[in-house]
């Protein structure tokens, strides 16, 4: 079945870019469906971030969208999350998913990375 | 941007039935689902399209739409049914949103 791996550093300083990886195994990104990014600070709620399709369309949260972006390394089956200007609001546990756009629903997820801001 | 809002907390003792509101959803929006979040896990889809129960997962559970409310109901309620539960949808085009979740404890 479809696995998805967030990798990437779990502390950050303030005012620096976090720079995320998802790995996506037992299916191509490229084939179909969005694959986007969530998040969850400690003890509240869900947040999303974005998600993008391979070869089209790109959609931000309106509230986080001066700050990220998504990009793909279709080589390795990968996709990154990049998150600049980073304050202790986006201290969270990260987590990168399948989406489905035309449906609304995210599944499978990945285990998720706790990322804190912190100098 | 418009919420989805979700009561903080619900409560009920085993083998009672149980609902779960989500408020905010567009009234002729089918694209409502439903994920369920155990202490420490991860969020695992259980419903989409309002009512569309995934694959493994409990006729105990079951969604339903009304106007703008969409509903979880969880009957036969279970202690392994205890978790945190969120709705999502569309809030406006290309917008997507979760519900702020709603914490479930079996007394």
């Known amino acids: 079945q479809v696995q998805l791996q967030e990798s990437g550093p779990g502390l950050v300083k303030p005012s620096e870019t976090l720079s995320l990886t998802c790995t996506v195994s037992?299916?191509?990104?490229?084939?179909?469906?969005?694959w986007g990014w969530i998040r969850q600070p400690p003890g509240k709620g869900l947040e999303w971030i974005g998600n993008?399709?391979?070869?089209?369309?790109?959609y931000y949260n309106p509230s986080l969208k001066s700050r990220v972006s998504i990009s793909v390394d279709a080589s390795k089956n990968q996709f990154s999350l990049s998150l600049r200007s980073l304050t202790a609001a986006d201290t969270a546990v990260y987590y990168c998913?399948?989406?489905?756009?035309?449906?609304?629903?995210?599944?499978?997820w990945g285990q998720g990375i706790l990322v804190t801001v912190s100098s | 941007q418009s919420a989805l809002s979700q009561p903080p907390s619900v409560s009920g003792s085993p083998g009672q039935s149980l609902t779960i509101s989500c408020t905010g959803t567009?009234?002729?929006?089918?694209?409502v689902s439903w994920y369920q979040q155990p202490p420490g896990g991860v969020p695992k889809l259980i419903i989409s399209?309002?009512?569309d129960r995934r694959s493994g997962v409990p006729d105990r559970f079951s969604g339903s739409k009304s106007g703008n409310t969409a509903s979880l109901t969880i009957s036969g309620l279970q202690a392994e049914d205890e978790a945190h539960y969120y709705c999502?949808?569309?809030?406006?085009?290309?917008?997507?949103?979760f519900g702020g979740g709603t914490k479930l404890t079996v007394l």
């Open positions: 998913a399948r989406v489905s756009w035309t449906k609304a629903w995210c599944d499978p």
């Open positions: 037992n299916y191509s990104i490229t084939t179909d469906f969005y």
């Open positions: 993008f399709y391979f070869g089209g369309n790109t």
């Open positions: 567009s009234s002729d929006d089918v694209r």
């Open positions: 399209e309002v009512n």
């Open positions: 999502s949808s569309f809030i406006s085009r290309n917008t997507f949103m």
